[in-house]
């Protein structure tokens, strides 16, 4: 069975500071992954995916992601942050096997970014 | 409308009644997901269809919970007998289907359901 661990809760930090939000992932497979973005009220939008080829992945609003899979990782990181990425990110995996491609989420990171 | 959209966006229900809630997907779109999101947790899924058929429902977490989606566009989750631990954000999610391939999901804004 597959698994998403985001060992982080909370992370605070400071406008135009970087930042990196950890995901790890179990799986017996090889998997997709994803991270998506939840803003208050709102449905999850897709932040960069992972489905092959470069492990370095670049997504929308300066975020960009890189695939481990030695370490099952699959880290968030922006090099410098605005207020409006104040959210709840999740990552996502989904097998390549699967045959519905349902996700498995992890428990979500609380970005706070302080002015 | 271009996205997923979801109704009711509130809902209340009292102990016991029975609840609805309704997805339409995106126009064309052959799949379409249910996910259950309590209070800080992340979306668990809970059922798929492809067009009508219910292809996996191994997520319903009773029998009280069930899905339908019975022309191959809108769905409807339904709650029956609704308890407390059910209070949660109900999503629907929807994308195309090519055999054999990933395609995105798109989410809607989803449905939150409190049962007092």
């Known amino acids: 069975a597959q698994s998403v661990t985001q060992l982080d809760s909370q992370v605070p930090v400071f406008e135009e500071a970087p930042v990196e939000l950890r995901c790890n992932y179990s799986s017996s497979v090889s998997v997709y992954l994803f991270w998506y973005v939840q803003y208050p009220n709102q449905g999850l939008q897709l932040l960069l995916k992972y489905l092959s080829g470069s492990t370095l992945v670049k997504g929308i609003n300066g975020f960009e992601a890189e695939f481990n899979k030695s370490q099952t990782s699959f880290h968030l990181r922006k090099p410098s942050v605005h207020i409006s990425d104040t959210a709840e990110y999740f990552c996502?995996?989904?097998?390549?096997?699967?045959?519905?491609?349902?996700?498995?989420f992890g428990t979500g990171t609380r970005l706070k970014v302080l002015a | 409308g271009a996205g997923v959209s979801q109704s009711p966006r509130y809902k209340v229900a009292k102990r016991g009644q029975d609840v609805a809630l309704r997805c339409d997907p995106i126009s064309g779109h052959v799949s379409l997901f249910w996910y259950q999101q309590a209070l800080g947790q992340g979306p668990e899924f809970l059922t798929y269809f492809q067009n009508e058929a219910q292809l996996d429902k191994s997520g319903l977490p009773s029998d009280r919970f069930f899905a339908e989606r019975p022309e191959g566009s809108v769905s409807t989750l339904k709650i029956q007998r609704t308890q407390q631990e059910d209070s949660a954000v109900y999503l629907c999610?929807?994308?195309?289907?090519?055999?054999?391939?990933?395609?995105?999901?798109?989410f809607g804004p989803g449905t939150r359901l409190t049962v007092l």
């Open positions: 999610a929807s994308s195309s289907w090519t055999s054999g391939r990933y395609n995105e999901q798109f």
């Open positions: 996502a995996v989904t097998t390549t096997t699967s045959g519905t491609y349902k996700y498995i």
